[in-house]
């Protein structure tokens, strides 16, 4: 499960030349931020029902309704960070 804010990238075509469809998400968590007119779409969280943590995040969203994804909004923890090299990390040669 990975953050994703590049939509065109990841569009996948109905041919798809030879991918496995185990690259294709099952369901998606779209994430948006409010504006003075609605909202902007900022990025999307794939789900894929092979993985058991997600394929859980899958039926408790689909089958929860209003409820379960109040609960799960409730549960995100979110952190930010940029994205620059920290000194400490930058390579020592």
Known sequence: MAFQTNT?????????????????????????????????????????GNRAFEKAIIERLAEGGAEAMQSFIAAMQVEFHTAEAEEDNLPQF
């Open 8 to 48: 065109a990238a990841n569009v996948t075509s109905f041919n798809r030349g030879g991918q496995s469809d185990n690259n294709r998400a099952d369901a998606f968590l779209n994430v948006y931020l409010p504006t003075k007119n609605g909202r902007r779409k900022v990025g999307y969280i794939p789900l894929k």
